[in-house]
């Protein structure tokens, strides 16, 4: 059967979601040189270090920050309960390394070829795995990598896969939790809304100025000016560097050339025998099943002399089956390439089954590299490439350079500015809770120096923080307000408009609350509902959370059905359910087949991880996972 060439077979690449370049790597090197003050725990005598907590929390934020932005706040992962759960997952991990090595769980050197080989990042120019693409990717990491550091840290992250499906598989689904959970989820409701907003009750309220002085006096807190600080700091980043890097068109050539210059020749030296083979087979057409045992490279066919039996059309890629259809029964083709390879094709047969033509075909398949893509295509991308490389190299040696001149001289960060040809940046006024419109220096570490006594008091630049990766800032205070009540005539009318908004939501909401009353009991309320729209909980259809709630959990054994929510200081909703549909017997039984596995597939290997830990040994330093 010739399965490298029918359109429907296609190569699948399962990339692991967990294998990505921004592993946190450790060793043994590093619980040597650090000790036990060092420890965020110890889980069975093996410490978890500060700094590897510290990078995983890095990690973590920088992948959160790529995925949203600057409306991403990454002190939102730094609270004492996410450095908590954080620092669960590692002690966990440890722990299913060790449950790992114990069950004698080994990753072949196969298995390993083959993951490094999926992941993309280590493709070259010609989409195959690159070796030296590979190890200059590695290089270019924050800090670098060797090939045994990469290599050590993914064979520990596949060993734990295996055993986490081990665990997991061994679970026995039941259905009867999961068939309810996937009906809840997949039931549909079809309602209409109707708003009963605060605005149109706000010229009813009438607010005092005794009110608004009480309410001043009662809550001083909301009406204070943070400390604030406005700064000036200097950024070197690793594609400001690659910015300043220049590359010969010499060298861009070169690199093209390396890249493409062996696929080139292969591409050449499997044409000249593809041609060759098809010369020969045309002047012995007997000898063509013969030629294809020996030489066809397609293993699906081979054996049978080449034949590919016969086929109708939609069943080959397209210049394979554009060369069958207009050739003639005992032709045998020129040399034909497809996505595949080279192929030499023999017409040995016509017929028509059910009104349709069909075709019987044998071909010898000859492998070639796909075609290199034009120089001029690639420059850009190869120029870029070469960049970045160098300035990886570049910046490493140039972080340590910047790292010190802030530190020694300290007074000013022009002298830094300078040596790297940085422009100076001042910024608007900074709290101590940050602000995302700071973009990446909205940092943790950041905002604590510059608060810090030496840069208050002393205006001291910082020392240098790496705020993303590849990126550090240094900064000195520039100006400073300590943090101040803000006077009753400054806020009266703001406080006097909260107040109003506030007691019209209450109207409203009392209104819509006695509607929703008359509703139930079957009074037509005054109420203009809004076009009918289906909602369930997988497609909420722009419900808000309470909302949705309300109308996926409200009694439907009448209908319709009314439901009613207060939306703070916007009002009241009310919502009618006029329908209830029901999903589909057949799809509900597929999906509750495969969540009974999931669920108890996860449970199961919780509780596994949760016995491991009993029975550990394991002791956590309170101080060190409180630091920051």
Known sequence: MFNLVHKYKKVVVVILGL?????????????????????????????????????????????????????????????????????????????????????????????????????????GPDGNFSKATYESVLRTQNPPLSPAQFEGRLRYELSLGQLARAVGEAAIPSRTVSERLSALEAQRREISEARIPAQQFLSRVKVDEAKVKAYYEANPAEFRTPERVKVEYAMLSADAIAAQET???????????????????????????????????RKDPASFAEVAKKESQDPGSR?????????????????????????????????????????????????????????????ILINAPEDAKPFEAMRAQIEADLKKQRAARRFSEAADTFTNMVYEQSESLKPVAERFKLQLQTTGWITRSGDQELGVLNNPKLIAAL????????????????????????????????????????????????????????LAQKEGAAKLEQLRKGADAGVKWGAPKTVSRRDPQGLQGAVLRSVVT??????PAYVGVAIPEAGYLLVRISKVIEADPKQLAQEATARAAGLLS??????????????????????NLERK
């Open 554 to 559: 409200a009694d439907v054994g009448k209908l």
């Open 303 to 363: 054996d049978n002399g080449g034949d590919l039996g016969f086929s109708a059309r939609g069943s080959f890629v397209k210049a394979y089956e554009d060369t069958v259809f207009r050739m003639s029964e005992g032709e045998i083709s020129d040399v034909v390439e497809s996505e595949f390879g080279l192929h030499i094709i023999r017409l040995t047969g016509i017929r028509r089954v059910d009104g349709k033509e069909e075709r019987r075909s044998s071909h």
């Open 19 to 123: 294998i990505a370049l921004s592993f946190v790597f450790w060793g043994v090197e590093n619980r040597v040189t650090r000790g036990s003050r060092e420890a965020v725990a110890t889980v069975n005598g093996m410490e978890i270090s500060l700094r590897e907590f510290e990078d995983e929390l890095r990690r973590q934020q920088d992948q959160m920050r790529e995925l949203f932005g600057q409306n991403f706040d990454p002190a939102a992962l730094n609270t004492p309960e996410s450095r908590r759960l954080l620092l669960d997952s590692l002690i966990a991990q440890r722990l299913v390394a060790a449950a790992a090595v114990s069950s004698n769980i080994v990753v072949t050197d196969e298995m390993l070829r083959d993951t490094i080989a999926s992941i993309p990042a280590f493709r």
């Open 602 to 623: 996860n449970a199961q290997y919780n509780a596994y991880v949760a016995s491991l830990r009993q029975q550990a040994d394991i002791e956590v330093n309170q101080a």
């Open 247 to 281: 590359v010969s068109a010499q060298e861009v050539r070169q690199q093209w050339e390396s890249a493409y210059g062996p696929k080139l020749r292969e591409k050449e030296e499997a044409r000249k025998k593809a041609q060759a083979i098809a010369a020969a087979v």
């Open 451 to 506: 608060f810090s006594g030496d840069s208050l008091n002393n205006r001291r630049n910082t020392d240098a923080i790496e705020v993303a990766p590849g990126t550090l800032v240094a900064a000195r205070v520039l100006e400073h307000q300590p943090e101040a009540q803000r006077k009753f005539d400054e806020v009266k009318n703001e406080i006097a408009e909260r107040l109003r908004r506030q007691e019209a939501a209450e």
